[in-house]
């Protein structure tokens, strides 16, 4: 009977072709939605985790109570003596004090405010060395007190004339050097990178009057152990300034684990906002099937009276919305892994950095599955509806 | 043996109540041969659908080889209707995406038989009443006459003890219905009960007896 009522079905999915494909083309739309969102979440959130993984052998440390102007607050920060505390903790490799600021900027009579970033010259270089390649010239060295490298908009976009190597910029009063000029960032470091004047940490120190180290990033020798000296890090920031929490050691599995916790809300949305079209298509199962119902009452009628059961009629309507909802799921899984596919690609070349579709056989599965379940819970009253009807009424009928 | 009891069916049109049989009750032996007359809105036909199980009375019983069928639910009706009954419309009604093969095989689908059962049986039924080179014809290929035979052969199809035709000629020209009426009668030759509404009295005389309806009663 089950096999007959494929072929049953199929016979009038047949008679009802665009009918049928437009239903079915609603199904698709909503799956291919889902598969689309679900792969590039994923990609999404597996490009991050590599470069974070990339990353492992770094904890990075923070006053844990941001300093707020005029709010009273904590005005300390970290000092040489908590570098020095932390290099002498067992698995500590190297620590690099980070330097932020904002600084005056003349260039040939003209004077504007940049954003001064500073760090040991080896850390600055691996941190960025991947998003953007040097337009001329190279990174700061640690012998480079009068030296600066520049990102692309301070070289092209703050000035009127442009700036190359070996022009001379005076920060704050002090004269320095280009000796590297960086090209346009892609869109994830942009921010870092293109509108800042990289110094050495003296140099730093120089120019903006202070010692006041923003943050360190610590190089630990055993990424497994990071957690531990993660903890030693804080305890031992906390002692120097006597204060229950002042420090925050964050290490990348910590962050890895925050950004996993992000995404999944991330996936929920969007799987949320493609439900919506899954449920238009499912609606429009409904609709179409209880058309199908109606203009087949006379049918349905002729079938009883042969002798059908309720349950054989139900049993031809379910199959057939059954039916309609595979093919348009199967549809949806191609036309979602293509869309997914082409978005990876042009998000990839919009960013810079690689970002793949992934379309795992879960998603693959679990989507299939919910459009039958849709289409057969949608096929389910129409199915009824059709099966209740009097024999001789639905004879009678049409 | 079909029985039926002081058989009453009241249609409701909105608020008005329309009595279509009130108080019918007839017994037809196995073999039989019966003719249902009266004009239109007599009720015969809704004596049929009654006694066809194809509708349930408002009152009333009917027997069908002692079973009482107001006792039973709908899929138990159904099995009625599958095993023990071959109903032909006036209007053939088979269905139009299916060939005259498996609009034979329909019921014998719903029985459960198998494929390969279903199909030779489905043959020699469409060779019994002549359309075997016809099978793969959808019904809007066939002539009134030809579908009407692949209805008898679908009524057939589980070899029901009873058939049953609601003015099985209405549709047809003269020639084409006397064909029908002679393949009818011959089954009845070999056991099978007829029971047939009609209002063509050369049919009803052809009948072994002849009932007659009027205003939802009886007329002797």
């Known amino acids: ?398 | 043996m079909i029985r039926a009891v002081n058989l009453k069916k009241i249609y409701k049109m909105g608020e008005i109540e329309v009595p279509a049989l009130r108080g019918v009750s007839l017994d037809i032996p196995d073999g039989d041969y019966v003719a249902i007359e009266g004009p239109s809105g007599s009720g015969k036909s809704t004596l049929l659908n009654m006694i066809g199980c194809l509708d349930r009375p408002t009152s009333g019983n009917v027997f069908i080889d002692d079973v009482d069928t107001s006792k039973l639910n709908d899929t138990e009706l159904a099995k009625i209707r599958r095993e023990k009954i071959g109903f032909i419309f006036q209007m053939f009604n088979l269905i139009p995406t299916l060939n005259a093969l498996e609009n034979v095989s329909l019921p014998m689908m719903f029985y459960g038989s198998s494929r390969g059962k279903r199909a030779k049986r489905a043959e020699e039924l469409l060779k019994i009443v002549g359309l075997a080179d016809r099978a793969n014809h959808k019904p809007s290929e066939l002539s009134g006459g030809e579908q009407q035979r692949v209805a008898i052969a679908r009524a057939l199809a589980n070899d029901p003890p009873v058939i049953f035709g609601d003015e099985p000629t209405g549709n047809l020209d003269t020639e084409s219905g006397k064909g029908i009426m002679n393949f009818l009668e011959k089954l009845n030759k070999k056991g099978e009960t007829l029971i047939i509404v009609t209002h063509d009295p050369e049919i009803a005389a052809r009948a072994h007896r002849s009932i007659r309806m009027r205003d939802g009663t009886l007329k002797a």
């Open chain 1, 1 to 398: 009977m089950f096999y007959d009522s494929l072929l049953l079905a199929y016979r009038n999915i047949r008679e009802r072709k665009f009918r049928s494909f437009l239903t079915l083309l609603g199904i698709a739309v909503g799956i291919a939605a889902i598969i689309s969102l679900i792969a590039v979440g994923y990609g999404m959130q597996y490009s991050i985790t590599e470069e974070l993984i990339g990353m492992a052998d770094i904890i990075s440390v923070m006053p844990g109570r941001q300093i707020i102007p005029g709010m009273g607050g904590y005005a300390e920060t970290i000092t040489e003596r908590d570098i020095e505390d932390i290099e002498r903790i067992a698995g500590v490799e190297d620590v690099g004090p980070w330097m932020y600021g904002t600084a005056q900027v003349e260039y040939r009579k003209e004077r504007t405010p940049v954003t001064i970033i500073s760090g040991d010259t080896q850390d600055l270089e691996e941190m960025y060395a991947t998003y953007a390649e040097f337009e001329d010239g190279r990174w700061i060295y640690e012998g480079d007190h009068r030296g600066c490298t520049i990102g692309y908009s301070v070289a092209h976009e703050y000035f009127d004339e442009d700036i190359g190597i070996n022009d001379r910029l005076i920060i704050n009063g002090e004269k320095f050097v280009v000796v590297g000029v960086l090209e346009k960032a892609g869109m994830m470091a942009s921010a870092d990178l293109d509108p800042n004047i990289f110094l050495t940490i003296r140099a730093a120190q120089e120019v903006l009057g202070t010692k006041d180290i923003y943050m360190l990033t610590v190089r630990i020798s055993d990424i497994d152990r990071a957690d531990d000296i993660g903890e030693e890090i804080e305890e031992t920031l906390d002692q120097n300034h006597n204060m229950d929490d002042f420090a925050q050691a964050m290490t990348m599995s910590s962050m890895i684990e925050q950004i996993g916790t992000v995404f999944l809300i991330l996936q929920a949305v969007l799987v949320g906002i493609a439900s919506i079209a899954l449920i238009v298509g499912s609606i429009g199962i409904m609709n179409s099937m209880l058309m199908s119902v109606m203009e087949r009452t006379h049918e349905i009628g002729i079938m009883k009276a042969i002798g059908a059961t309720n349950s054989n009629i139900i049993l031809l309507f379910l199959t057939e919305a059954g039916m309609i909802s595979l093919v348009g799921g199967i549809l949806g899984c191609i036309l979602g892994t293509i869309t997914a596919t082409l978005v990876s690609i042009g998000v990839s070349f919009y960013i810079g950095m690689e970002m793949p579709a992934i379309i795992t056989p879960e998603v693959m599965i679990g989507s299939l599955s919910v459009a039958i379940l849709v289409g057969v819970i949608s096929g389910l009253y129409p199915a009824r509806r059709a099966a209740k009807m009097s024999p001789v009424e639905a004879v009678r009928y049409g």
